[in-house]
């Protein structure tokens, strides 16, 4: 079965330090790709990074990092330097080809920045 | 600014009511999914339409319907409302394509049935 789990409901972090957002995944398919999305309380699904299951480096993008590790599958975000803007909803969610291309989610981490 | 809107944002209903929300997909996208977000929830996948046609669908009862027309903006009916429809509604486009097709979301539409 292809499943998404994040196992942090909420999580707290200081203001400019980092933080690691958890993901394991499970899929018998070879090929995958993996995405993180930021939901704000407006609603919208803001796409952050992605990771295909072949590329051989971990994807970045400006802060945010993709620490992927196929053997055990998991595809951890990292947030370097959080801002109050950080705050929000964090899904972790996968898309293969044996699902038509829908994107599966996990249940989602609300990450809180303080002050 | 993604491009992707959909309308309304927020809609009361009751039940055994029927709802029709819309989309337009960013320029230039053809292929448009529909997302059914409970309270504290992931998104669940309702169904995809490619180019005006279904590619794909998930669990959902044939009381979810859609609609994808020429110029690949969509729409989402849903017949004989029940409580447990209330969620937030999210469309999304890409430009097709499996593991590499990022997907562009729209804010939302907020349903609750009373």
């Known amino acids: 079965a292809q499943k998404i789990t994040q196992t942090q409901p909420g999580m707290f972090v200081q203001e400019k330090e980092a933080v690691t957002l958890d993901c394991t995944y499970d899929?018998?398919?070879?090929?995958?790709?993996l995405f993180w999305y930021k939901q704000p309380s407006s609603g919208e699904m803001i796409f952050l990074i992605y990771q295909g299951s072949y590329d051989q480096q971990n994807a970045t993008e400006g802060r945010y990092s993709l620490n992927f590790q196929k053997a055990r599958k998991s595809a951890n975000l990292v947030i370097s330097a959080s801002q109050l803007g950080d705050s929000a909803m964090y899904f972790c969610?996968?898309?293969?080809?044996?699902?038509?291309?829908?994107?599966?989610f996990g249940q989602g981490t609300t990450l809180q920045v303080k002050p | 600014e993604t491009g992707v809107t959909q309308s309304p944002t927020h809609l009361i209903k009751t039940r055994g009511q029927q709802v029709t929300l819309r989309c337009s997909s960013q320029s230039g996208h053809n292929t448009v999914s529909w997302y059914q977000q409970a309270l504290g929830q992931g998104p669940q996948f309702i169904f995809q339409y490619y180019r005006e046609e279904e590619n794909g669908r998930g669990n959902f009862p044939p009381r979810f319907s859609g609609l994808q027309f020429p110029n690949y903006s969509s729409e989402l009916n849903v017949n004989a409302l029940e409580l447990d429809d209330s969620a937030l509604y999210l469309c999304a486009s890409s430009l097709g394509g499996v593991n590499t097709g990022e997907l562009f979301f729209g804010e939302g539409s907020r349903l609750t049935v009373l």
């Open positions: 899929t018998s398919d070879p090929s995958y790709g």
């Open positions: 969610a996968m898309k293969t080809p044996s699902n038509t291309g829908k994107l599966i």
